[in-house]
Each structure stands twice: as C-alpha cells, then as structure tokens.
C-alpha cells in the first residue's frame, strides 16, 4: 500500500540485546520514481539466533515463518505469524513493528499505526520506529503527524540521510519547500549515493524559486546517466513553468522515449496537447498518448497504479468530449478510481455522464460521493442540486438532502446552502422561461403599436390631437423600454463559451466609474495575483460588477468609500469578487426584496440592477452573498466555483491538474 518508502522489517533479536539497543535504518535500494518520493529502503533480512529456552525457540520459530511470509508478499499469513509470537511473549518490539509493516502493506492503517505505537512504547530510543510511524501516518493521510515523528527520529540520529529525505519530500507535500530544500540538501551532504537524492533536491530548489541550482544538478544527472527518464521528466516540468513549452516538449519527449510507461511524462504531454484539442489533431495525440502510457504499463501494484490513476482521469476527460466516447469515459474513470478511489472530481464526472444518460439515482450516488469527500466541491453542489430537481419528489428530495448531510458532516451548511440556491435558481429559471416566452409576445404587440402611433402622429398638423398623441406614444415607449429591461433580466442565456479574466473587469469597471464617482467617494481596488479564469460572458459579468459598484457609490450620502476586490478561497475552490460600501447598510427585512424583479428604493430606478447581478452569477453557477445591516457596511459577493483542481496524487514534479469546464449544463471537470 505505501508509497516511496517502505517501513522497514527487522529480524528478531536475543531478549538482552533487543533491550538493550536499537538497529539502524536499513540502506535504500533504487526505485523506478526518484523524482518525488523517498527511496524504498532496503529490507533487513531476518537473522537466526540460538535460543536456549524451549518457548523462546518456539516464538522465535513463528517469528522467522512470518519474516519469510512478508518477504514473500504473503502479508496475512506474515500478520498471523506475528501476532502468534505476541501470543507467546507480547513485549517483543520487533513482532510489533514487522506486524506494523504487514498491516500497512494490506493497507490497514489503523492497526499499523496501532502495532508500531506499541513497538515504539517499548523501545522508545528507536529511530527505526520512529521512522516507521511516519511512513504509516503519511500514507493514511496524515503529513503533519508523520513530520512529527521524523523529528523525534532525528533526536535519535540527526545523521541519518534516509530519514531527513523523507522529512523534506513531506515538506514538499505541504508546500513547505524552503524546509524541504534544507532536509533534502542536508541529505545530499551526509549521502549523495542515496538514489534519486539529486533529483529531488532539484525539485526542491525549483519549488523554492531557485530555477538555476534545479537545472544545473538536473543537466548534471543527464549528463551522467543519460538513460534515466527521471531528469528529463523534470527538466521538461521547470521549463513549462519557466514558460518554454518547446524545450518542455523536447525533454518531456526524451523522457517518454526512454520509458513509454513513464506516467508523468505521458501526463504531461497529453495536458499540453489536451488544451489545445480543438486545434489541428490535438485531442487524438493526446488520447494516443495515454493509451500507448497504460498499454506499456506492467501488472501494477498499489503505488503504480497510484500514479497511473491520473492518466486513467485525463484520458476519460478527453473521452467524455463527444457523445460517441461515453463508455470509454465511463471505464475509465471507474479503472482510475480502482487505484485512486478518493479522487471526487472523477466521481462528480460520472455522475454527470450517468445523469446525460438519464440514470438519477446513480448519478445522485456519484454526487454524493464526492460531496462526502470535499464537502466544499462547489461543482458536486450543483450538481447534486440539478440532479434533485428532475427526481422531482418530495420523498426524494428529503431522502437525498438527509444523506448529503450525513456525508459532508461539519461543512454540511456550506453543501446545504449552494444545493438550495441551486434548486430555487433552476426553479426560477423554469418560471422566467414560461414568462419570458409571454412577456415577449407583450413587448411585440407594445412595439408594433407605437409604429402605427407614430405614423399617425406624422399625419397630423400640430395641435392638441397630436401633442395627446404624442404624451401616449411617450408613455408607450417608456413601457417598451421598461419590458425590454425587464426581458434582459429575465431572459435564460446559453452557456457562453467565453472565458472571464475577474482581475480584468475590475479594471475596467473601474475605468468607467472614475468620472461619475460623487465628490469625496474613493473606490479602492485590490486584486488578488494569478487568479484563474471562469467560463463566461465578460460583457454581462462587467455590467454585472458594474450595478454592484454603482449601487455602492450612490449608497453613500456624502464622502465615503467603497472597495472592490478578487480573491481566490483555496478552502472552498472558489473565487469571488467583492463590493464593500461606507453606506447606511441595508435592513434585515429588505435583504431578500432587493433582490426581486422589479423592487427598487430609487425614484428613477427600474429595480433590475441587482435581479440582472443575480442571474449573471447563476448562469456560472456561482452564488451571490449579501452581508449587511443598518448603519454599518454593506458587502455583495459573488463566488464562482474553482477551475483548477488540488494536484493528482503520485505524479511528477507537479503533476497539476487543469480543469476546463464542459458548456454543456452540467458541470464536468475536464482534466486538461
């Protein structure tokens, strides 16, 4: 089950020196991935001691039959071996921790953790064990428990190489990369012979921003072993981020070259190829790519099916573009979660292809799974949501809404909240659809009427008949005005195909209020660096940001200001654009009224500014927060759900993800 590092075996000791002292880590052995986890470590091969005593014989005869078990891979009958030699004597470290290590191969964290704590209650100055925890918590998920124990091994021995490069690749995974580059670099100095230690200082020192140093020891490793993809792979990944795609084409190729199986490098390669799959033949190489990675790889085991679980995802999101590739997504999105069965994008991706194929239930089921796993997967939401709606009943509704919050436990009001938003937003849009349809036939007949007015009006000489006629037609074509206001803001737009910058829009809202702003207001503009992009349409998210702005700047009855920001929210996977005013707030009553067709305070307002935000940031399936109270300041914000997704597990130098949405009405996270 684990990943890099192996805990290590270690053979049964006499009773006086298993007490007396603990062994050192065993020396690595090379690994076929050196490039972004810690070395398999070479396992300690059991040793025969002579036993005076006839129990201690026998305890040592079931400990040697399961040391002989685990190095076959036989972990059941190993854990039963030892946990007979507990039986026989139950203080015996090392039954502990090589009953640890079967644990944790069959993937039974919990008792791994469990086995080794009590190898390590028992010889507390082992770094070995120490060592082992780590590893256990590491692969259950626990980065900051698994540091913790590094650190107390290093008490032990602050020498030991093998144990500083596991600390600083967990440093890499929680994007601590200036202590990652001085534990790998520690590393280097005490062992430069432990295999794939170079290359991951380079990643380290990429990570942290020192680009030379990482492709001077990277072209230093292709110069001295010119067969090995590893540095390649790597070389090709820092020069994409320097922005050098074809020297990151050339090395990734070489690295593909020398090993077709090499999941990072096909990865990569069919992203590049995958953003672009419009363009010329595009999208066929990168399915060819993927495919030629998984047919030329071997009979894979945990770790490598880990890595290949990626390629699986990318390849069904490239299937999953045209009707015809729907089973081919389906196997294999399902043959990626074998190996990777956490990963929720792939599931709200299924669900949305078995709710295209008109399977609700299964598609709920798939929701549901990914909510369970990030609660605050804003996509999931609204999917889940649209998924309800056409279910339709109210027993299902109240079935479906009780497991969303059993599964998304503490962030269930989060989950809860979009799913309602959702559902009353599809429900609107079904209403405005039907009125909208009415409302227009109504606008024609306004408009065919004022045509006929007018001609009559031109017939006439001047006089109190024509200046009445003239009043009406005024009237009537303040109504046509009015109604085709009132059909903007409630007329369902097409998924547009269009792409949003946010940083953008608050410029030029900016622009374009810097000249009406009153005497005394300032609007203060802060934008938050890198922020993705969103599907949409930039002239409606403009006018959009625009209202919220005006209405902030009108708010204020004398000197004041108003603040307009983006950000990105790691935590929930969205970004937003935010309105903050100085004003007089809004009372609780009106919070949800401002928001109604047609409501406004103003006596020369039509009441769409914010009825007009509101569909805009729903047509993105985004949600649109109000923050406010009498006196104080009032904030609109609107949160559209992230594009780009946590990075894969297992992958390269960075392995990351970026996720295009499908125009289509559901939300599909395309993996290129």
């Known amino acids: 089950m684990g990943r890099g590092q192996k805990p290590h075996i270690v053979p049964l000791q006499g009773r006086r020196a298993r007490k007396r002292r603990a062994l050192p880590p ?172 170079v290359c991951q200082v380079a990643v380290a020192a990429s990570n942290a921003g020192d680009t030379g140093r990482a492709r001077e020891l990277l072209d230093r490793l292709t110069a001295s072993q010119p067969h090995d993809p590893e540095p390649y792979y790597n070389l090709g990944f820092i020069s994409l981020s320097m922005g050098d795609t074809p020297a990151g084409l050339k090395y990734l190729e070489r690295a593909r070259s020398l090993s077709p199986a090499h999941a990072g490098a096909a990865f990569q390669l069919a992203s590049l190829y995958a953003k672009n799959r419009d363009e010329n033949d595009n999208r066929s190489r990168a399915i060819a790519i993927l495919e030629s990675c998984i047919a030329s790889s071997p009979e894979l085991d945990v770790k490598s099916g880990r890595k290949l679980a990626p390629v699986y995802f990318l390849l069904a999101s490239l299937y999953d573009d045209t009707a015809d590739g729907y089973q081919q997504a389906m196997a294999n999105y399902r043959a990626g979660l074998e190996w990777d069965p956490d990963f929720y994008v792939a599931h709200n991706n299924l669900g949305a292809l078995s709710l295209e194929r008109g399977d609700v239930e299964q598609a709920l089921e798939h929701f549901s799974r990914a909510l369970a796993l990030r609660p605050t997967y804003a996509k999931a939401c609204l999917n889940f949501a649209k998924a309800l709606y056409r279910r339709g009943t109210e027993f299902s509704l109240e079935e479906r809404i009780e497991s969303l919050l059993a599964a998304t436990g503490r962030q269930a009001p989060y989950a809860l909240a979009i799913v309602a938003r959702c559902l009353v937003d599809l429900a609107e849009h079904e209403v405005y659809a039907e009125i909208h349809e009415r409302d227009h036939k109504i606008k024609n007949v306004l408009g065919l009427t004022g045509n006929r007015l007018r001609r009559m009006r031109s017939k006439l000489q001047d006089g109190p ?79 959009a940001v625009l209202n919220l702005v005006a209405n902030a700047l009108e708010s204020l009855s004398g000197p004041g200001h108003v603040r307009l920001r983006t950000e990105a929210d790691e935590e929930r996977g969205t970004v937003l654009v935010s309105v903050e005013d100085d004003g007089p707030g809004i009372p609780p009553a009106l919070r949800e009224a401002i928001f109604r067709t047609g409501y406004t305070t103003k006596a020369s307002g039509n009441g769409l500014g914010l009825a007009i935000v509101r569909r805009t940031v729903a047509e993105s399936h985004g949600t649109l927060e109000v923050s406010s109270a009498p006196g104080r300041a009032t904030r609109f914000t609107m949160r559209f759900p992230l594009e780009l997704e946590p990075l894969p597990r297992g992958g390269g130098l960075s392995m990351s993800e970026s996720i295009a949405e499908d125009p289509g009405s559901l939300i599909v996270s395309e993996l290129a």
Request: aromatic share 6%.
């Open 26 to 197: 065993s020396r690595p052995a090379p690994r076929d991935n050196p490039h972004t986890e810690p070395e398999r470590l070479a396992e300690s091969m059991p040793v025969r001691l002579e036993h005076g005593r006839r129990r201690d014989r026998a305890v040592h005869e079931v400990f040697e039959d399961g040391n002989r078990a685990l190095l076959a891979g036989n972990f059941v009958a190993a854990a039963q071996r030892y946990r007979r030699a507990l039986l026989l004597a139950g203080d015996i470290a090392e039954a502990y921790n090589n009953l640890a290590v079967a644990c944790h191969r069959q993937g039974f964290f919990f008792e791994a953790r469990r086995a080794v704590e009590r190898a390590i209650d028992l010889a507390p100055g082992c770094a070995l064990y120490q060592h082992n925890a780590a590893l256990i918590a590491r692969d259950a998920g626990e980065p900051t428990k698994a540091l913790e124990y590094l650190s107390l091994a290093l008490t032990f021995e602050p020498r030991s190489a093998p144990i500083l490069q596991c600390r600083g690749l967990i440093h890499t995974t929680l994007r601590q990369f200036p202590e990652a580059l001085a534990d790998l670099s520690r590393a280097l100095e005490l062992d430069p012979s432990l295999p794939g230690l």
């Open 465 to 543: 008949p024509a200046a009445e006629l003239g009043e009406v037609l005024a009237v009537l074509e303040n109504a046509y005005d009015s109604m085709g206001a009132y059909l903007r803001a409630i007329q369902p737009q097409a998924n547009s195909t269009g792409r949003v910058d946010l940083n953008e829009i608050a410029r030029r809202v900016a622009a374009r209020t810097e000249q009406s702003r009153p005497e005394g207001c300032e609007l203060t503009v802060t934008l938050a660096p890198d922020l993705p992009s969103i599907p949409g349409d930039p002239d409606r998210f403009e006018e």
